[in-house]
C-alpha cells in the first residue's frame, strides 16, 4: 500500500525495531526514529545509530533519527511538533528479566514513567494511534495452552519487567475508555528470533545474552564457550524448556498489518493481539536446527532450573489472523539460517567493521 503516512518508532534503532523500519520503509511509510542508544550502538552519541544507517543502505531511504530518551517530555515535544505524526509504534524499554529483578525502580521508571510520557505528549499533539510492543510475559504462568487473548493478564508475572508490560497495557486500556479519539493495539510478542536475510542487521545483544538465539550463534561464532540449557526435567517433549520462537520478520510485519487495522474506521479503543506461530519448540530442537543452519558444533551443558521459569509457552496466533490478516511464514529452519549469516557476518554485533 503506497500511504506517504508518517511512523515515529520508538526504539527504532534496537532489534525488533529496526526490523519494522526496514518494513515500514518498504510499505512506504516515512519513518522517525527515538532512540536513547541504551541497547543500540552509534560511533558516537551525536551520530544515526549503526543499524539506521545501514538500514539506510538497505533500502535506498533516508530515515530522520533522533538519539533522544521518551522521558524528557521537552525534547520528544519538539519531535512531535515538528514532523506531522500519523501513527506511534512504541518499542522503547528496557527488557532483560534478570536485570528487572535486580533494578526494579529503573525498569517502572523507563518503562512505564517513559510510556506515560509519551502517550501524554502524543495526546497534546493530537495523535491518538498506537501499537506497543507488548509480551507473552503478562500472560504470568498460564493456565491452558496454547495461550489466547482471553487468558488473564497480571496474574503471577514472576518480575518487574513483565509487570511493566502488563502496567502499560492497563495504561493504555484507561487511557482509551478516556478518550474515544484514541485506538491502540498491544502486540504480545513470543519468542523473536532470526535476523533480516541480508545479514546487515540483527540482534545485537550487550554482555551475556537473556535470550536463547543469540545465546546459542554466540556459541557457534566461538565468542562464548558452551551454552547453559536451564533445567533439563520439564515435562515437555526432551525435558527442556518449550517456546514459541518466531521470525523477526514476520514480527515486524505484523506491525504494518496492525497499523492497517487503524484505517478502518470501525476499529476503536484497546485490543490485544499475539504474535507467535502457534508452535512450541524445545531447546535442543532449536540447538539441533542452529547447528545444521551452521554446520558448527554447539556445546551445551545442562545446569539448574531458572527460577519463575515455566515448562512450556506458546500461542494461539488466530484471532491476528481472522482480524490482521497475519500469520508467520518463516519455519525454524529460516530463523536459525539468518540468525547464523547475521551473526557470522558480524561476529561482534554492530562494531564489526568487516560488516558493511
Ligand atoms: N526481543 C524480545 O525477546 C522481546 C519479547 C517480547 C517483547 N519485547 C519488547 O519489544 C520491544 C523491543 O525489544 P527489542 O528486543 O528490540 O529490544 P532492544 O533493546 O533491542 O530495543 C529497544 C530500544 O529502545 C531503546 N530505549 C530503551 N529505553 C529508551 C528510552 N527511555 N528512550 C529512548 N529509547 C530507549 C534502546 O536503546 C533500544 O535500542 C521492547 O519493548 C521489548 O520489551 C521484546
Known amino acids: 500500500m503506497a500511504n506517504g503516512k508518517t511512523v515515529l518508532v520508538t526504539g527504532g534503532a534496537g532489534y525488533v525495531g529496526s526490523h519494522t523500519v526496514v518494513e515500514l520503509l518498504e510499505q512506504n511509510y516515512n519513518v522517525i526514529s527515538i532512540d536513547n542508544l541504551v541497547n543500540a550502538y552509534a560511533d558516537s552519541p ?3 545509530p549503526e543499524s539506521l544507517k545501514r538500514i539506510e543502505k538497505l533500502t535506498g531511504k533516508s530515515i530522520t533519527s533522533y538519539n533522544i530518551d521518551i522521558r524528557c ?26 536485570e528487572s529483578c535486580a533494578k526494579p525502580l529503573q525498569y517502572y521508571q523507563n518503562n512505564i514513567s517513559g510510556s506515560c510520557v509519551l502517550f501524554e505528549v502524543m495526546s497534546e499533539n493530537n495523535v491518538k494511534k498506537l501499537v506497543f510492543s507488548s509480551s507473552a510475559t503478562v500472560y504470568g504462568t498460564p493456565q491452558k495452552l496454547p495461550l489466547d487473548e482471553n487468558h488473564p493478564t497480571g496474574q503471577g508475572c514472576t518480575n518487574p519487567y513483565g509487570k511493566t508490560k502488563f502496567f502499560v497495557e492497563e495504561i493504555m486500556k484507561d487511557l482509551c475508555s478516556s478518550d474515544s479519539e484514541w485506538s491502540a493495539i498491544s ?9 533480516h536475510e541480508s545479514g546487515l542487521i540483527g540482534e545485537d545483544p550487550s554482555g551475556i545474552p537473556n535470550n536463547l538465539m543469540p545465546f546459542i550463534a554466540q556459541v557457534a561464532v566461538g565468542r562464548r564457550a558452551k551454552l547453559s540449557v536451564y533445567g533439563s526435567d520439564y515435562d515437555t517433549i526432551d525435558g527442556t524448556g518449550v517456546r514459541d520462537y518466531i521470525h523477526v520478520n514476520d514480527l515486524a510485519i505484523g506491525h504494518v498489518r496492525a497499523l ?15 504474535l507467535g506461530t502457534g508452535k512450541g519448540l ?11 543452519a551452521s554446520g558448527k558444533d554447539i556445546p551445551y551443558e545442562i545446569v539448574d532450573r531458572r ?4 515448562a512450556s509457552c506458546y500461542a494461539d496466533a488466530s484471532l ?6 497475519w500469520s508467520a511464514t518463516k519455519d525454524v529452519n529460516a530463523m536459525c539460517k539468518d540468525t547464523w549469516n547475521w551473526q557470522s557476518k558480524n561476529p561482534n554485533g554492530y562494531q564489526t567493521k568487516t560488516a558493511n
Open 46 to 48: 551525536t551520530e544515526k
Open 73 to 98: 517530555k521537552d525534547n520528544l515535544d519538539k519531535v512531535f511538533k515538528t514532523h506531522k505524526i500519523d501513527y506511534v509504534i512504541h518499542f522503547a524499554a528496557l527488557k532483560s528479566v534478570g
Open 187 to 195: 502486540l504480545r510478542y513470543f519468542n523473536p528470533v532470526g535476523a
Open 260 to 274: 492497517d487495522k487503524f484505517c478502518d474506521n470501525n476499529f476503536k479503543g484497546f485490543k490485544p493481539y499475539n
Open 282 to 292: 524445545s531447546v535442543l530442537q532449536m540447538v539441533e536446527a542452529f547447528k545444521k
Open 307 to 310: 527460577p519463575g521459569d515455566i
Open 320 to 325: 491476528a489472523l481472522k482480524e490482521l490478516n
